[in-house]
């Protein structure tokens, strides 16, 4: 069975960083979409970023235009991704969920899997 384990969220002041991992476990993801989704309180599950599979050891990155130069994510090996959070802000406040598809690597959360998720919660 696939299983996603989000870990490094935490409590961090505004301008401060936080480094979240996802750690995937049951089969080989190196062909898989892997991305990451936020939902903060009252509101819709959002795109946060997505790495995408598009050769052997090869992958691309996609990001919402709002946090592009402030999120970065990276691949370290098949079952294993990073979302790098900098210059962070109260309104980036949210539970952050990992996801990871065989078929999609898009913008929507239609992924076949996700982790639990991670509180992130930025003080001002």
């Known amino acids: 069975q696939a299983q996603l384990v989000e870990s490094g969220g935490g409590l961090v002041q505004a301008g401060g960083s936080l480094r979240l991992s996802c750690a995937a476990s049951?089969?080989?993801?190196?062909?898989?979409?892997m991305g990451w989704f936020r939902q903060a309180p009252g509101k819709e599950r959002e795109f946060v970023a997505n790495?995408?599979?598009?050769?052997?050891?090869?992958?691309?990155a996609d990001y919402a235009d709002s946090l592009k130069g402030r999120f970065t994510i990276s691949r370290a090996n098949a079952n294993t991704i990073y979302l790098q959070m900098n210059s962070l802000k109260p309104e980036d406040t949210a539970v952050y969920y990992c996801?990871?598809?065989?078929?999609?690597?898009?913008?929507?959360?239609?992924?076949?899997?996700w982790g639990q998720g991670t509180q992130v919660t930025v003080s001002s």
């Open positions: 049951g089969r080989t993801f190196s062909s898989y979409g």
């Open positions: 996801a990871a598809d065989s078929n999609y690597s898009g913008r929507s959360p239609g992924y076949q899997y």
């Open positions: 790495t995408r599979w598009i050769g052997v050891n090869m992958y691309d």
